[in-house]
C-alpha cells in the first residue's frame, strides 16, 4: 500500500487481497507491474517452497496476465516465479513508465 500511496493511488479504490482474489477468475486482464513474490503461485502450489502459504494475489487465475519486469530475476525471497511460464502469462521486460506510454501510443 506504501507504493499506491507514492502513486497518489486513492485509498479508497485500493482493495484488499481477500477481497480481490475471488474477482480474478472473471477478470480479462490483470497487469502485473514490478510484483514478483506477492505473485507467485508457488505460494500456493509447492508446499515445499520457501513462501509456503505466503498470501498472494492469485492473478494466474484471470484470463491473461501481463507482467511488466526489468528482466526474469527473482524477488526479495529468491523465488522463481512459476507464474511467468504459465500459457496465460505475457512476459513484457523494460522499464514499466516506458512500456506502458509505448503500448498506449500504439493503442
Known sequence: NVLLAEARVPYNVVLEMDEINSDLPDTDVVLVI???DIVNPAAQ???NSPIAGMPVLEVWKAQTTIILKRSMATGYAGVDNPLFYRENSRM????AKESISAVLSAL
Open 92 to 95: 513484457l521486460f523494460g522499464d
Open 34 to 36: 514490478g510484483a514478483n
Open 45 to 47: 502450489d509447492e508446499p
